[in-house]
C-alpha cells in the first residue's frame, strides 16, 4: 500500500504548476537632450554638431538656425557665434577664427581689389567687371549679419547700390553667384566650392562657443568633441 502512496504523491507532484518567474525590469537609459543654436552664416558646420553628437553616449541633439543666436538659458544648451562674443555669456570657449570674404564666380578673373574699388562696386559707382565684362550682380547679406557688420568695418559705411540683392540666407547667395559669372556677395570662407572663389578678404573673426556656465557632462563631451575638431584656424 505504501508504494501506491509514494507513486501517488509522485504524480501528483509532476503534475503541480511550475513556480512563477517574475521578469526582471530593465531600466531605460536617460537620454539627454542637447541644443545647438547657430547663425545662419555658420550652418555648414552642422555635419559637425551631427558627428559629435553621435559620439556623446545616451543623448540626442537639437540644432537650431537664426540670423544671431540667443544666449543660452540652461545647462544643456551651446550657441555657436561668429565675431566678438557679447560679454553677459556665463562660459566662452574658443573654436578658432573664420575669414569673411567677398566671392566672386569661379570664372571672373578681377584680382587686385582694394577698399575702393570695394566701395565702387557695392555703392553702384561701378557697374560692370570691366568695359566688355558682364553687368555687376550684388547679394548682400542680411543686416545685422556678422558678415554685413565686417563688411561695414572693413570697407565703411556706405549706401549700398539701390540694385544690390538682399541675400535672405547663405545658401541662396552662393547659388546666385554661382550661376551668375557677375555675381558678388559676402560670406565666411567655410561657403568656399569649386565655383565660387575669393577676391578680396575682409576680416578673420573669432568662433566660440558660448553657455550659461561651465559645460560639464554630455555637454562637456560635445564641446570637447567641436573643439578637437580643428573646424576653423587656431586662434
Known amino acids: 500500500m505504501r508504494w501506491r502512496w509514494t507513486f501517488l504523491l509522485l504524480v501528483l507532484a509532476a503534475c503541480s504548476a511550475p513556480p512563477e518567474i517574475t ?12 541644443s545647438v543654436h547657430y547663425p545662419l552664416e555658420l550652418a555648414y558646420l552642422l555635419p559637425a554638431f551631427q558627428t559629435c553628437s553621435r559620439q556623446v553616449p545616451n543623448s540626442g541633439l537639437l540644432t537650431y538656425e537664426s540670423l544671431v543666436p540667443p544666449l543660452p538659458e540652461d545647462g544643456s544648451t551651446l550657441a555657436i557665434w561668429l565675431g566678438e562674443p557679447p560679454v553677459k555669456a556665463g562660459y566662452i570657449g574658443a573654436l578658432g577664427f ?56 572693413t570697407v565703411g559705411s556706405i549706401r549700398i547700390s539701390p540694385n544690390a540683392f538682399l541675400a535672405p540666407s547663405p545658401p541662396i547667395a552662393v547659388q546666385q553667384v554661382e550661376q551668375d559669372p557677375g555675381g558678388i556677395t559676402v560670406l565666411p570662407a567655410g561657403w568656399e566650392n569649386p565655383d565660387i572663389r575669393i577676391a578680396y578678404s575682409l576680416a578673420s573673426l573669432p568662433v566660440t562657443i558660448l553657455s550659461q556656465a561651465e559645460p560639464a557632462g554630455p555637454l562637456r563631451m560635445l564641446v570637447s568633441c567641436l573643439q578637437d575638431a580643428q573646424l576653423f584656424r587656431s586662434p
Open 98 to 153: 573664420e575669414e569673411v570674404a567677398l566671392f566672386v564666380n569661379e570664372g571672373n578673373p578681377v584680382s587686385g581689389l582694394d577698399a575702393a574699388g570695394v566701395r565702387n562696386i557695392f555703392s553702384g559707382l561701378q557697374t560692370n567687371w570691366d568695359p566688355a565684362g558682364p553687368p555687376i550682380s550684388i547679394w548682400f547679406p542680411l543686416q545685422g549679419s556678422a558678415s554685413a557688420r565686417a563688411f561695414e568695418t
Open 23 to 34: 521578469p526582471t525590469a530593465t531600466p531605460l537609459p536617460t537620454i539627454t537632450l542637447l
